[in-house]
């Protein structure tokens, strides 16, 4: 499972300089409010140091980490969703994505223009809100026009029916800039609304752009922060502090030493990119497991909750279908035995069946017959 994050806020942010320290992809940057009508991709590995401490015991072949795909979406402005700046066309980009992450600006810089000439982190992440939600009333309007041609016909009628009561449901929401994500619906009403992939209906995470001052002394208020998280509580989701030029610069240091040397001296136990990626998966609702060996020790991501099976069918649907069980011990445990002939001895190699639930850390070996 490949997790797709787009990355959007309003032009100058620093949706692109983070993006860049995520992907140590180089894209292109302006002190002014502007707006890149391309999309930038990238696709990074998820950091684990489990991962790199089961390699040094495995010796592999090959480490293959879980990955993340990074979408630098245009920024938006006032009045995109009815043609403003780019218009329409960074919607197919925001569809695309399992959750987006909302950068925010949080710091004062002269040089750098603000396209509403003043901080003000309430006021920017209402402006999104807004266009997002006028996107999605696009989208409701077209599905309504279509279930009401669908109640013309007998067949469909009662389907068309439970269609418009969930739009209307929604409707109210919409209108008052509130996220899809912010209603509550049973199986059979995400199943009617599903084919119109509303943007607001995705996870969202925010990420408060600070600069080097916030990140070298965190214990100083930010109240441009402190308006993100309270969003963020209000919601139900997550705040990320990060200086996305301080980020940039670290992501630029090769020497892995040299890195963690530059964060300890800081008080950071893990960089803001990192910290992003964990938040991301959290609010997903993923986790992992490992697979290793002579050939390869691998990292794969799976939803919270998935049985032995449904993670089998994460490597190869073969794997699901044949299933007949999980020989599974946990990195703890191998960390702290050495090896998987000592966790044998002290009881800890476990057999699991069907309706064993994956715990994130686990290493397992599927046995299967297809």
Not at 119 to 125: E, L, N, V
Not at 169 to 175: D, R
Not at 198 to 216: G, S
Not at 282 to 294: D, S
Request: net charge negative.
């Amino acid at each position: 499972m490949a997790l797709n994050c787009g990355i959007l806020g309003l032009p100058n942010v620093g949706k692109s300089t983070i993006f860049s320290a995520l992907c140590s992809t180089p894209v292109e940057t302006t002190k002014y409010p502007s707006s890149i009508v391309k999309a930038n991709v990238g696709v990074i590995n998820v950091p684990d140091p489990r991962l790199e401490r089961l390699t040094s015991i495995f010796f592999p072949k090959k480490t293959i980490h879980a990955t993340m795909e990074f979408v630098d979406i245009a920024g938006l402005v006032k009045g995109a969703s009815r043609g403003s700046g780019l218009g329409n066309q960074f919607l197919s980009n925001i569809r695309d994505s399992a959750v987006y992450i909302h950068v925010v600006r949080c710091f004062e810089d002269s040089e750098i223009l603000h396209v509403n000439d003043k901080i003000d982190p309430a006021s920017d992440m209402e402006t999104i809100d807004i266009e997002l939600a006028l996107a999605d009333m696009h989208t409701l309007s077209r599905r309504r026009e279509r279930a009401e041609k669908e109640m013309k016909n007998k067949a469909e009628k009662k389907n068309a029916e439970f269609v418009l009561n969930v739009l209307d449901k929604i409707s109210p929401a919409l209108e008052n800039a509130q996220g899809v994500r912010t209603l509550d619906f049973n199986d059979a009403e995400k199943a009617a609304i599903y084919d119109c992939h509303f943007i607001t209906a995705k996870p969202q995470l925010y990420v408060c752009n600070v600069d080097e001052a916030a990140i070298r002394n965190n214990t100083v208020v930010n109240p441009h922060v402190e308006a993100v998280k309270k969003r963020a509580e209000k919601e139900g989701t997550m705040a990320v502090s990060i200086c996305g030029k301080f980020e940039a610069e670290l992501a630029a240091i090769e020497d892995q030493e040299e890195k963690t040397a530059f964060l300890e001296d800081l008080g950071l136990k893990e960089t803001g990119l990192s910290s992003l990626i964990h938040s991301a998966y959290k609010l997903l609702g993923l986790c992992t497991f490992f697979t290793t060996g002579e050939d390869e020790c691998r990292a794969w991501t799976i939803r919270t909750g998935d049985t032995a099976p449904k993670a089998a069918g994460a490597i190869h649907t073969d794997f699901e279908k044949g299933f007949i069980k999980a020989e599974v011990y946990t990195c703890d445990d191998i960390f702290q035995y050495g090896s998987e002939a000592k966790i044998r001895e002290a009881g800890k190699y476990r057999l699991e069946g069907k309706e064993y639930i994956v715990k994130d850390g686990d290493v397992i070996f599927f046995k299967f017959n297809v």
